[in-house]
């Protein structure tokens, strides 16, 4: 019995870059490509009405980031796989991009082998990094070489209800303090460690260890 395409997707800004990877993928075995798509809303409006099995996605986009992206096309089609294919190498954008639903992450200078092996990874379900993806991300970040930052009691606790998905307003209303001082708190935190957001956050507590 043939087995079925996958039905494809590319999501890019250039569209000298999507001819690019037609021109690669036209003659894959498995893949059936169904369209270039220049913008976010352009590739969500095609998959509330039509099936995607993989789609293969810039970070820089002019009007949603690929990171957002990747949480909205999940949303509208939970069983598409989302590879990234960026220039991007900033180990916190990696990261969230894989928090945010996408299987893996390829830099726009990686082989086709790699392209291909990531692709038939990422559809089995398996997250997929490209070699010098894989570098990056296994460096120490600039959390992990400084060590753990010490914190109160409150922010402890504060740290593990903003990981647990509350809002300010919630942590406030169960610590009985205004929302005021909890966003203090937050902004306080990610001072801390050193990062940019609370996705940043949560996941340098993760690797401290403190969550």
Avoid: W
């Avoid at 250039?14 to 798509?37: A, C, Y």
């Avoid at 990062?195 to 260890?209: C, G, P």
């Amino acid at each position: 019995m043939k087995t079925p395409k996958l039905l494809t997707a590319i999501v890019d800004d250039h569209p000298i870059v999507i001819e690019g990877l037609k021109t690669l993928l036209q003659h894959e075995d498995n893949i059936h490509l169904v369209g270039g798509f220049c913008s976010g809303a352009d590739i969500l409006s095609y998959i509330r009405t039509n099936p995607v099995d993989l789609i293969l996605l810039d970070i820089t986009l002019p009007d949603i980031n690929g990171m957002e992206l990747c949480h909205m096309i999940k949303k509208e089609s939970v069983m598409a796989t989302i590879l990234i294919l960026s220039n991007h190498t900033e180990r916190s954008i990696i990261m969230q991009t894989i928090q945010n639903g996408a299987s893996g992450y390829l830099l726009k200078n990686s082989a086709v082998e790699e392209l291909r092996y990531c692709i038939s990874e990422a559809v089995k379900g398996n997250i997929c990094y490209s070699k010098a993806v894989m570098e990056i991300i296994s460096r120490p970040s600039k959390n992990e070489l400084q060590g753990a930052p010490r914190l109160t009691r409150r922010e402890k606790e504060i740290l593990s209800m903003i990981a647990s998905g509350k809002t300010s307003q919630v942590i406030g209303q169960e610590l009985f303090l205004s929302p005021l001082t909890i966003d203090t708190h937050r902004k306080n935190l990610i001072q801390k460690f050193g990062v940019k957001n609370v996705a940043e956050l949560i996941m340098a507590a993760n690797q401290q260890q403190i969550l």
